[in-house]
């Protein structure tokens, strides 16, 4: 794994946990609801990368869930997922170049890395997406260059 996929996975996870909670007691009493779909790019499914659903206009009770794309596909499971609401959609995957360049957030390239997905998906992002309380969670993004 890529120096960059692997601080990409630390945010997505760290992401994770916070919205999870730490500390004992057996996790959070929230409404979660489990997310799955497919992300492809040009009609052709991105190989690997992360996707993020962040609360908008102050919904989802504040929680952030992430996963890892792997083929085309992700999955949340309940334990980790959102809260019905609604939410802005960050995807970001990149690929080693050799070159260094700046920055440490999802869509920004570092230490020799290209982002693959547009900006407009992640930096940029102005995708939204509404999470269904005990509906099909299942969200498809065909992003275009």
Known sequence: ?????????CLVLLGAL????CGGGG???LPREPVTGTVTLNGVP?????IQFRPVGGQGDGTIAGAEIKGGKYSIPREQGPVAGGYRVIISSTEETGAPSGGDMPGQVTSGAKELIP?????SSNLDREIKKGGDNTLNFELKK
């Open 27 to 29: 996790g959070d009493t």
């Open 119 to 123: 900006a407009k998906y992640n930096t």
């Open 46 to 50: 991105v190989d690997h990368g992360n």
């Open 1 to 9: 794994m890529s120096r960059l996929r692997g601080r990409v996975s």
């Open 18 to 21: 916070a919205a999870a909670g």
